[in-house]
């Protein structure tokens, strides 16, 4: 895999596995869009969660997380050389790193440093108490919010289970950010059981969570 990377800047946390359709309204992100297009290659790109930012004519200068995920394109709707928004649908792959960042061309360009998934102390252990307090999540859910949330059978695979759970979850982005950053599987299961607890007990003072209702590719994300 290419170390070298095309960005989209997005307002959300792309978790490996996802599938997830993207607005795209900015001029950079057409730009990306366009040159892949173009290219003819892999429609492969990095996506970056935006922090906040500001806009200075047709550029749009963003603080950015340092972490993201690797994506690829898999369609297109709407032609990236009009001027109004194009809407993707993006497959997260494999997290990264920012090394260093290209701000020379008509878009962002980053090197990248990849990130292995490790497993952590007790995986199994961590996903196990997670399942538990992630059905009593889904199940307020749905009994709040119609359709509710509905994820079919849920992975063995800790690592996996750790990211559909991440994404599944209502959540700000920086809470989703700290879960893409976590260390290992294991952490990224704690840190789910403290936002699932904190979320059940939301849910109970004040039951008013919207439907949650996600697409889920069944590749690795290694």
Known sequence: MDSRLPLLTVDTVIFPGLVLPIPVTDVQGRAVIRDLVE?????????????????????????????????????????????????????????FKV??????????VADVEWLDEELGEDPLGAATIAVGRFRKYAEAVSAISRPGLHLGDLPDDPSTLSYLMSAAMTLLTPDRQKLLEATDTTNRLTQL???????????????????????WSSMSPN
């Open 99 to 108: 090394a260093e960042l290209d701000g020379g061309g008509d878009y962002l």
């Open 193 to 215: 059981v403290g936002f699932l607890d904190s979320e059940l007990s939301a849910i109970t003072a004040l039951p008013s969570l919207p439907a949650t209702d996600l697409s």
């Open 39 to 95: 290219n003819g290659g892999e429609m492969a790109c990095g996506a970056l969660a935006v922090r906040d930012g500001y806009e200075l004519g047709e550029r749009v200068f963003r603080s950015l997380y340092g972490t993201g995920c690797s994506a690829t394109i898999s369609e297109i709707r709407l032609d990236a050389d009009d001027d109004g928004p194009v809407e993707i649908t993006l497959t997260g792959n494999r997290r």
